[in-house]
């Protein structure tokens, strides 16, 4: 699985998109880039997921890079409610494989 | 409805001690997952339990012990327990081996004193 890179923390203002980066320069042509977060004293929470193509939920939008060496996980409207731990995590889907979580982003969102 | 639920949700026990922590979906997923994060915050995965088959085993001290009685529970016995077993240990559940869309449970604080 590529190892994947992401800045330690940011601040965003409640009400505003927050942008969270994640390189990952490594990335075989078969991983996928899965995004999670955790909010403070609770288990992770899955967000989104995508190989190639740009995706989007009801929770957030994902853009990944033609080249797919990184990825952007965009939070439209940043509330409070959305300060978390963000993981971006590369996984090629086969049996035994597994979620490897890194040290994520720290997301302030700030009133 | 809770999706994934642990119990106990804290957990204070002496070193040497054995405890078991109890976990039950009602999702009707076949793939349950035991993680352990530390006080660096570091999650890890310790074992997956796909069809109550044992899936991932990573390099957990035997002391560790699942155990999966059906699809719907995945319970984690630890026996003889050490200072450093403190942690957040959190369970999950996801429908397919090759589904790492997963949902985790609220967790247990175990502290070892």
């Known amino acids: 699985d590529a190892k994947t890179t992401q800045p330690p923390s940011m601040d965003c203002a409640e009400g505003r998109a927050a942008n969270l980066p994640c390189n990952h320069s490594t990335i075989s042509g078969n991983e996928y880039v899965y995004w999670y977060r955790q909010i403070h004293s609770q288990g992770p929470q899955y967000i989104i997921h995508g190989l190639k193509n740009n995706e989007t939920n009801e929770m957030a939008s994902l853009i990944i890079t033609e080249d797919r060496k990184s990825s952007t996980l965009i939070l439209p409207h940043a509330t409070l409610r959305d300060t978390a731990v963000y993981y971006c995590i590369g996984v090629i889907k086969a049996a035994g494989n597994k979620l490897t979580f890194g040290g994520g982003t720290r997301v302030l969102v700030k009133p | 409805d809770t999706a994934v639920s642990q119990t106990p949700k804290y957990l204070v026990t002496q070193m040497g001690n054995d405890k078991s922590i109890k976990c039950e979906q009602n999702l009707g997923h076949d793939t349950m997952y035991w993680y352990k994060q530390d006080s660096k915050k570091f999650l890890k995965i310790m074992f997956s339990?796909?069809?109550?088959?044992?899936?991932i085993n990573e390099t957990v001290p035997n002391r560790f012990s699942p155990k999966s009685p059906d699809k719907a529970h995945l319970n984690l016995h630890i026996n003889s327990l050490e200072l450093g077993d403190s942690a957040v240990y959190f369970c999950a559940s996801s429908q397919g081996i090759l589904n790492y869309e997963q949902y985790f449970g609220p967790g247990t604080r175990l502290t070892v004193t």
């Open positions: 339990y796909n069809n109550k088959e044992l899936i």
